[in-house]
């Protein structure tokens, strides 16, 4: 059974930090690109497990990082900096054929940050 649960959100003051992490199970976690998605199924940032490319929307280039432990199966999502529009639930998802934001299979159920000013 394909499984990912996000952690790590929680209550933050504007420029503040916080470090999602993606636990996943299931599948073969160096074959699949994961990515960090928000709101409404907004992409945030994306890595391709299979060659460690990643990719991020502008508006969190240089204040969010995206990172893959294959021997955790786990993707993590270090935000720093947060302001208030960062606020909403956040998704990780997998797909074996992903391109950047679209071709995602699997999801977990999120976990909400928010962002206080």
């Known amino acids: 059974e394909v499984q990912l649960v996000e952690s790590g959100g929680g209550l933050v003051q504007t420029g503040g930090s916080l470090r999602l992490s993606c636990a996943t199970s299931?599948?073969?976690?160096?074959?699949?690109?994961i990515g960090w998605f928000r709101k409404g199924r907004e992409g945030v940032a994306c890595i391709d497990n299979k060659?460690?490319?990643?990719y991020y929307i502008d508006s969190v280039k240089g204040r969010i990082t995206i990172s893959s432990d294959n021997d955790k199966n786990t993707v993590y999502l270090q935000m720093n900096d947060l302001k208030p529009e960062d606020t909403g639930v956040y998704y990780c998802?997998?797909?074996?054929?992903?391109?950047?934001?679209?071709?995602?299979?699997?999801w977990g159920q999120g976990t909400q940050v928010t962002v206080s000013s």
């Open positions: 998802a997998a797909g074996r054929k992903a391109y950047l934001f679209i071709g995602y299979d699997y």
């Open positions: 299931g599948f073969h976690f160096g074959e699949y690109g």
């Open positions: 060659d460690g490319h990643t």
